[in-house]
Structure formats: C-alpha cells, structure tokens
C-alpha cells in the first residue's frame, strides 16, 4: 500500500501524527483520580476499548455507567471540558510525531489533498495543528462534536471525492467502522508493542515510514 495510489488521504491524529495516546490516557485517570482507583481503572479501561470516540461522550458514559450520577449538565460538561484540555494541550503540542509521519504529510500535500479527522474538539485540534505547524498542509482540520463519519461524509461530499480512491488511516475500531461505512479504504496503525484492535483483513502498519518507500 502506497500513498502514491491516492487521490485524497485522510489521517486520524492522536496516535498516527503524533505519539499523544499516553497523554490522553493519563489525563483521564486523573481526571477522575477522586473517585478512586476502581473507577480510575474503569474509565482507562473504557477510554482505551473506545479510542477515537469523542470525550465527551466518554464524560458522559461514565457519569451515567461508572459514577451512577445524573446527566452532566451543560456547565458541568464545559468544566470537564476545560480540565481535560489543561492537561493535555501543551503535552499533545510537544508530543513526538509518529515516525515517518512528518515526512509523509510534506510529500504528499504537494501532490494530493489531505485531511485530518480526530475526536478531538475541533477548536482544540486547530490550535494543535497550528502550534506544531501543520496547518498549511492539511485543506481541512476536523474534530467532535460532529462524528467521525459524519466528517468524513462531507469531506468526500465537499470535495468530490471517490470513496474508494481515498485513504483514511487510524488507530482505532471506530476509526476502520466509519471509514468502512463511507466506502473509504483504511490502514490501521498499531504501535509496536500495542494490542491490535482491527479485525485480521485490516491491513495494519507499525508507523508511517512504509508510505514513504
């Protein structure tokens, strides 16, 4: 698989441009430190099984399932909002780039668009992609609240795209679930050492340095 066979590649972004799973991860278990270590395990445990998923619809599972609360409210989901994103900005801004993924991104925006789909909320994920200076390759930067699929249904709508001749590569199930229901073909990343969590046809790769070659 080559990137040359595209005409449009869309990337997820924590875990395949940037090394920041770990960040997120530790920023919910202390997120919710105050509520024990059970329910710390709980919601990492959840967190990883559901990667891609936006956060605030894992604030509001575990509220509902995990704490056995009411609903957050609206001010009570900002305030989540904003701790979260205390914790994990200016980590994610500084975060390695998966390797290969840089050099990919410079490569290929010369010659295709190229997109970037995250559960990232999207005002934070803008603020990331410029900080680390990526915005000028990237035709559209989007994030939660809207859906994955949802995103990436009007990307391949706005722009004309074919869904077969477009690449999306992510590092989660829901990931591969909303590339697939767009007829957009996927590459999994799985970082070494990490358990894989494509089914076996998902064609997977260790980092991005396989599409540069």
Known sequence: MKAADWQAIIFDFDGVLVESGDIKTQAFADLYQSYGKTIVSKVVRYHCLNGGLSRYQKFRHFQQHLLEMPPLTQDEERELDRRFSKLVVEAVIASKPVPGANELVHKEATRIPLFIVSGTPEIELNTIITRRGLEPYFIEVRGSPKSKQ???????STYSLTPTGV???????????????????FL???RTGDKNPFPDQVNTVFDLNTLLT
Not at 167 to 182: E, F, K, P, R, T
């Open 150 to 156: 949802t995103l990436i249904a009007e990307i391949l």
């Open 167 to 185: 690449l999306m590569i992510g590092d989660a199930l829901i990931d591969y679930q909303s590339a697939q229901n767009n007829n957009v073909v």
């Open 188 to 190: 999994g990343r799985v």
